[in-house]
């Protein structure tokens, strides 16, 4: 793309991707320098992005796979807008994840939808969240981590909300199933049990 006198870049349709910019200046003797740029463009992310760990890449349940179709959440939770619904139906994903700010994950039922952190954790945190998040509707289970192993919330106030979750069988030094760190949840309607830890087996608040 060629930008000189006359053409300016708002009158430009541009396709997605990445396009090699020209870009001259003028004095009123005519051109007097130019510099050339990569100018990528990439689509707005969606409001609401469907996982499904059947999904493939040839079969996304009707949505586009790798923009709002994906077969693991963390790659879900990345792809969607703030604020914006992470839809995660019925399966076992093993995976850890981090929550973002204005995003809701939906599981489909804590009886049917499980995050396993096999061995490694925490499964679930929120780091320095300002805007509310949501997770609800999971199995939150087999997490190893010394500041809770099945959910961790650091420096995120008021912002999350824990709902109709099951945490189970998570292990940690502080708080098995959920630590706090200057956080102050909303916990509706969730059960901790069988977690282990040296102080707080299910919740550890500092």
């Given at each position: 793309v060629y930008l000189g006198?006359?053409?300016?870049?708002?009158?430009i349709a541009l396709a997605m991707g990445d396009h090699e910019i020209t870009a001259v200046a003028y004095d009123t003797y005519g051109a007097c320098g130019s510099d050339t740029m990569t100018l990528t463009i990439i689509p707005s992310l969606p409001t609401e992005v469907w996982v499904d760990d059947d999904y493939t890449p040839s079969d996304p349940g009707?949505?586009?796979?790798?923009?709002?179709?994906?077969?693991?959440?963390?790659?879900?939770?990345?792809?969607?807008?703030?604020?914006?619904v992470v839809h995660v139906a019925e399966g076992y994903y093993v995976e850890t994840i981090s929550l973002?700010?204005?995003?809701?994950?939906?599981?489909?039922?804590?009886?049917?939808?499980?995050?396993?952190?096999?061995?490694?954790?925490p499964v679930v945190e929120a780091r320095w969240?300002?805007?509310?998040?949501?997770?609800?509707?999971?199995?939150?289970?087999?997490?190893?981590?010394?500041?809770?192993?099945?959910?961790?919330?650091?420096?995120s106030g008021?912002?999350?909300?824990?709902?109709?979750?099951?945490?189970?069988e998570n292990s940690g030094t502080y708080g098995g199933g959920l630590y706090c760190n200057n956080s102050i949840p909303?916990?509706?309607?969730?059960?901790?049990?069988?977690?282990a830890a040296w102080d707080g087996a299910a919740l550890f608040f500092h």
């Open positions: 006198k006359g053409n300016p870049l708002n009158n009707g949505h586009t796979w790798g923009v709002d179709a994906f077969d693991n959440i963390r790659d879900g939770i990345s792809a969607v807008a703030s604020p914006g973002k700010d204005g995003v809701q994950v939906l599981g489909a039922g804590s009886a049917v939808t499980v995050i396993d952190g096999n061995g490694s954790g969240l300002t805007a509310p998040a949501r997770i609800a509707g999971f199995t939150i289970t087999s997490g190893s981590y010394i500041w809770g192993g099945g959910i961790h919330l650091h420096n008021a912002a999350v909300t824990i709902s109709n979750c099951e945490i189970k909303e916990i509706i309607n969730c059960f901790f049990w069988n977690n």
